[in-house]
């Protein structure tokens, strides 16, 4: 069983983050994040940053641009400002996305 690591509403983050399994950001973070596991930004989670993952989920707020090796989801709380590339995208009804996306293998 893989554990997931939680950045919890009160964490204020600023740096270089690098991490193998699951990260759930809750709090703020700016940076760079690289990762070979999923990222999830949770619904009061706020992040300026660069990021290179495998898999991410977005349900709060993040200013940046994402590479990702497999997928992305927007859920419906999401507020992205940024360019996206990734083999799957999902975007559910709600969620705000500003910048375009490039749908291929990164």
């Known amino acids: 069983m893989q554990l997931t690591?939680?950045?919890s509403e009160d964490i204020r983050?600023?740096?270089n983050l690098k991490f193998d399994h699951t990260?759930?950001?809750?709090?703020?973070f700016?940076?760079?994040i690289q990762s070979?596991?999923?990222l999830i930004i949770g619904a009061d989670g706020k992040v300026e940053a660069d990021i290179k993952t495998e898999s991410m989920q977005?349900?709060?707020d993040l200013t940046g641009n994402v590479i990702a090796g497999k997928r992305i989801s927007l859920r419906r709380t999401a507020r992205?400002?940024?360019?996206l590339r990734c083999q799957e995208l999902e975007i559910e009804a709600g969620s705000k996305f500003t910048g375009s996306c490039i749908m291929d293998n990164p």
Not at 80 to 83: A, F, P, V, W, Y
């Open 13 to 15: 983050f600023r740096g």
């Open 23 to 28: 990260l759930r950001i809750n709090g703020s």
């Open 36 to 38: 070979t596991g999923e």
């Open 80 to 83: 992205m400002h940024g360019d």
């Open 58 to 60: 977005l349900e709060g």
């Open 30 to 32: 700016q940076g760079t």
């Open 5 to 7: 690591t939680i950045l």
